[in-house]
């Protein structure tokens, strides 16, 4: 398995929505296992497939010392909201408070097929919401108050990182058959 390198904010694969999943073969538990693999890599607290450059439903996390994926996630979000930081990978060094549901339970699938529910509260619970929001092309800035998305707007365009990117579609070396790339 490998370590992936991940898209930056500019890269179209990141607003765009990922396809389902419908073959749990070796090469779905291969992303998995890439995804697990970067995201350690970049001390992330989760990462979705479409930030390695394929467009599947897929996302890991790693919180509180729990690794976990899921695929083809639906989630069902409390009705209690907390409002705090929250930062993203494929965002380097910005962290801005944003409001989500303080728990989710999410369904979907492993690795193998076999459905699973994830019950999830505070930490764990936003990095659900977030890496679910990376499937259907959606990033945490967006869920920003105008306020506080101008402020990161500002800030992106004059990160070094944004200034040295430039959007580049790479090929994933995920076969994703039907799904398109």
């Known amino acids: 398995m490998s370590v992936q390198q991940i898209r930056l904010f500019g890269d179209p694969v990141l607003r765009q929505r990922a396809k389902e999943v419908t073959d749990f073969d070796k090469e779905v538990r291969r992303l998995v296992q890439d995804l697990e693999d970067t995201m350690l890599s970049a001390s992330g607290a989760g990462l979705a497939a479409p930030q390695i450059g394929v467009g599947l439903r897929v996302f890991t996390w790693h919180v ?3 690794i976990g994926h899921l695929i083809n996630p639906t989630l069902a979000l ?3 909201i907390q409002d705090g930081p929250e930062g993203c990978l ?13 728990t989710v339970v999410a ?3 492993n690795a193998y097929g076999e459905p699973i529910t994830v019950n999830g509260s ?6 659900i919401q977030h890496e679910t929001d ?13 306020e506080s998305r101008k402020a990161a707007m500002r800030e992106i365009r004059t990160s070094e990182w944004f200034a040295a990117e430039k959007p580049v579609v790479r090929l994933s070396p995920h076969v994703t058959g ?4």
């Open 64 to 66: 509180d010392g729990e």
């Open 78 to 80: 409390g009705e209690e």
């Open 90 to 102: 494929s965002l380097p060094e910005l962290r801005y408070d944003c409001k989500r549901a303080l």
């Open 107 to 109: 369904q979907g699938f």
């Open 122 to 127: 505070e930490l764990l619970a936003r990095a």
């Open 134 to 146: 990376h499937l259907d092309g959606v990033l945490f800035i967006d869920r920003l108050d105008e």
């Open 178 to 181: 039907g799904f398109g790339r």
